[in-house]
Antibody, heavy 121, light 111 residues
Framework: QVQLQESGPGLVKPSETLSLTCGVS????????WTWIRQSPEKGLELIAY???????YYNPAFESRVTISVDTSKNQFSLKLTSVTAADTALYYC???????????????WGQGALVTVSS | LVMTQSPLFLSVTPGEPASISCRSS???????????LDWYLQKPGQSPQLLIY???NRASGVPDRFSGRGSGTDFTLEISRVETGDVGIYYC?????????FGQGTKLEIK
């Protein structure tokens, strides 16, 4: 049974970089889109970015200048970096697996449990 | 592309049907004939789980009590007989235009 698990600091200072990793266990990282989505009371659910296992990325323009996503197939994990964070970046961050279904359509069919990140000094 | 759900709150007796509406600011009907609209359920304390994709296709393991219908800009998630395990927040999500965007959610509780 494939599982995703987010890990990383739960507290980040303003202006610093938020870094999260998602470990993929019980299955291969190949042939999927690896995705970060966050959830906050203010903005609800927001797609941040996704990356195909072999390359090719999509960044939400709302984050594009600050975000980097990467996939490490040797470690079966993928990562998120979000720079210059502010209190508005406080959220529950989910990693998710995306499966291509039809043309230009991805299903997010498996999610991690989420990692709460608070931005505060 | 804005997604608007209604109602925002729903209280249902077990065994009764339930219906949630989702409206998009633009048509989600692609030239391939599919509506790029998904439904997710977030149970209390859990991450969202995919229920319905491409408007009307149930995801793996989803009971046939759940059905999605609609096309273009108006969509509905229907639960034929609500069970206690169906409580949570239901979200629609458009996947036609990047970035995918979610509705504000509809909270279902049991009477």
């Amino acid at each position: 049974q494939v599982q995703l698990q987010e890990s990383g600091p739960g507290l980040v200072k303003p202006s610093e970089t938020l870094s999260l990793t998602c470990g993929v266990s019980g299955g291969s990282i190949s042939n999927y889109y690896w995705t970060w989505i966050r959830q906050s009371p203010e903005k609800g659910l927001e797609l941040i970015a996704y990356m195909y296992y072999s390359g090719g990325t999509y960044y939400n323009p709302a984050f594009e200048s600050r975000v980097t996503i990467s996939v490490d197939t040797s470690k079966n994990q993928f990562s998120l970096k979000l720079t210059s964070v502010t209190a508005a970046d406080t959220a529950l961050y989910y990693c998710a697996r995306g499966r291509g279904v039809v043309t230009a359509k991805i299903n997010f069919d498996l999610w991690g449990q989420g990692a709460l990140v608070t931005v505060s000094s | 592309l804005v997604m608007t759900q209604s109602p925002l709150f729903l209280s249902v007796t077990p065994g009764e049907p339930a219906s949630i509406s989702c409206r998009s600011s633009q048509s989600l009907l692609q030239s391939n004939g599919y509506n790029y609209l998904d439904w997710y359920l977030q149970k209390p304390g859990q991450s969202p789980q995919l229920l319905i994709y491409l408007g009307s296709n149930r995801a793996s393991g989803v009971p046939d009590r759940f059905s999605g219908r609609g096309s273009g800009t108006d969509f509905t998630l229907e639960i034929s007989r609500v069970e206690t395990g169906d409580v949570g927040i239901y979200y629609c999500m458009q996947a036609l235009q990047a970035p995918y965007t979610f509705g504000q959610g509809t909270k279902l509780e049991i009477k």
